[in-house]
């Protein structure tokens, strides 16, 4: 089968999951932050699902390259896969774009496990079972209260807020029926994980209030504590390359063992989650799950 062929198949097979078309959200203007961030100027921006772009083979070339120099192993090998992540899972990948250009990707899913890390694990023994040894088959199948944040990768400089802008945005356009979010953040193996129960509130006291950085935490969970969400649990070697992956050793992130951060949702607000200014009374989920 062609590339070409493939792709056309691809595209077909989103559309044909009961996937719409997303909101796009576009600002052009200095967004209003909560104490915890400095004002950032975001340019005009889009978020919108990756069926969305997949018609455009320049930009699909440029997320795969960034997958793969960020994940390894866990991005996409080639562009077989880069489709077929399209057509299984195109309604629950995120794009955002920044003046027209592709900036971030945020890579979700769904189970019912009620915020539950153990339940999700019994769900998923590995992150390969979460993403069908990276063929993304699974995401079909995928229904439930918890969302999944799989892997936010912001291309180029950090500290522009875009992983936080995509995962704001995404986590506000979920629909009612979601309830929580758990993450699947990489830490080094040597991670402490009797970290993880202390208090929530000492943990904000010291990342927000007093501006330190809370025992060992790396940067990626970090930057979901500074999103609102709270420590839940910890795999060791949850996130090990399945048997034959290719792309083994590349890419940025090489740590296998996981922290779950949890998100949860109180009525109709994400609690201590920034509602981006461009969301809007009436704006439809970006996509149908």
Not at 167 to 196: E, G, I, K, Q
């Amino acid at each position: 089968m062609t590339i070409s062929t493939f792709k056309k198949a691809a595209l077909a097979g989103a559309l044909g999951t009961g996937a719409v078309a997303g909101t796009k959200l576009v600002i052009d203007h200095y967004r209003r932050t909560t104490s915890r961030q400095p004002s950032i100027y975001v340019p005009p921006y889009r978020i919108e699902p990756l069926y969305g772009v997949a018609g455009n083979r320049r930009v699909m070339e440029r997320l795969r390259e960034e997958l793969e120099n960020e994940w390894g192993p866990f991005g996409p090998a080639d562009m077989k896969e880069m489709y077929g992540m399209a057509g299984n899972a195109g309604d629950k990948v995120h794009v955002i774009s920044l003046d027209g250009e592709p900036a971030g990707i945020l890579q979700t899913g769904l189970a019912d496990v009620h915020g539950d890390y153990e339940r999700l694990v019994d769900l998923y023994p590995s992150f390969n079972h979460i993403t069908g040894n990276g063929t993304w088959r699974t995401a079909r199948r995928m229904r439930g209260d918890t969302a999944l944040l799989l892997q936010v990768t912001a291309f180029g400089e950090r500290g522009r807020g875009v992983g936080s802008l995509l995962r704001n945005s995404v986590l506000w356009n979920m629909p009612d029926t979601v309830r929580y979010a758990l993450t699947t953040t990489p830490v080094d193996d040597n991670f402490d994980p009797s970290h993880l129960s202390t208090p929530v509130g000492e943990l904000y006291q010291q990342l927000v209030v007093q501006g330190e950085q809370p025992f060992s935490y790396p940067p990626a969970v970090r930057f979901h504590l500074n999103g609102g969400a709270e420590p839940a649990g910890y795999a060791h070697g949850y996130k090990e390359p399945g048997a034959g992956r290719p792309n083994a050793g590349k890419g940025r992130q090489h740590n296998c063992s996981i922290v779950f951060m949890r998100y949860t949702r109180n009525g109709a607000d994400w609690r201590n989650v920034e509602r981006p200014d461009t969301m809007s009374i009436g704006s439809q989920p970006l996509s149908r799950r």
